[in-house]
């Protein structure tokens, strides 16, 4: 008897799903400044510090659309200042001032945790007849199918976010943003960027 097996896939397909429901997002207030000012920040500098430079423009972006939103311009960072070697104070505000932004966001990963769960594909034997006597069970050739592996992948990202005012450079605010169970890094930080311009709106920050 011959026997062949043939798999669907040579390696394992890995696909981005989130099994179940997942945890909606949460946001913890850690500080407010107690002289921060009556008007409401009109146009921010957004600075993401990190060594992922994909990483930092997408949640740099990402924010900045959020903010365009709320039409509250927002300028991201990552064209005009070199992070990485990290990202010194001074430019910051140099640039902050060069586009005009009366506040300066700047946002941090504080954790990123990534689970994986592998599901075996199932397999299935076929069994086809090559002629002759049909319960000679050598005229049989058999083959296996087997189905991809499914790789199921979850993020969860925590983010601590501080508002500064562009004039005084003082601290007026920060957050701690946590989203769960998230199918992919573009997904969290699509997630962080709502919670975080969501509680800037709420404290009337902007």
């Known amino acids: ?7 669907f896939a040579t390696a394992f397909f890995a696909c981005a799903l989130v099994l179940g429901c997942a945890r909606e997002s949460q946001t913890v207030k850690l500080y407010e400044s107690a002289s921060r000012p009556t008007e409401k920040y009109a146009r921010l500098l957004v600075v993401n510090i990190s060594s992922d430079s994909d990483f930092r ?79 000679d069970a050598f005229l ?10 499914t790789v199921s992948v979850a993020h969860s990202v925590v983010m601590v976010t501080s508002l500064y005012d562009a004039a005084t450079r003082e601290r007026m605010w920060t957050i701690q943003s946590s989203c769960f169970d ?22 009337d920050m902007i």
């Open 140 to 149: 049989y050739d058999e083959e296996v199918l087997r189905e991809p592996d």
């Open 1 to 7: 008897m011959s026997k062949s097996v043939r798999l």
């Open 57 to 135: 423009t997408e949640i740099e972006n990402q924010i900045v659309d959020r903010l365009g939103q709320e039409e509250v311009p927002g300028i991201a960072s990552h064209d005009k200042i070199n992070g990485s070697n990290g990202v010194p104070l001074e430019e910051i505000y140099r640039v902050s001032a060069a586009v005009q932004a009366d506040g300066v966001l700047i946002t941090r990963v504080a954790s990123i945790q990534t689970e994986v769960n592998q599901e075996p594909g199932r397999e299935r034997v076929i069994r086809t007849c090559r002629g002759g006597n049909l319960v």
């Open 182 to 203: 998230k199918a992919s890094i573009s997904e969290a930080a699509l997630d962080e960027a709502d919670a975080i311009v969501r509680q800037l709106l709420s404290d």
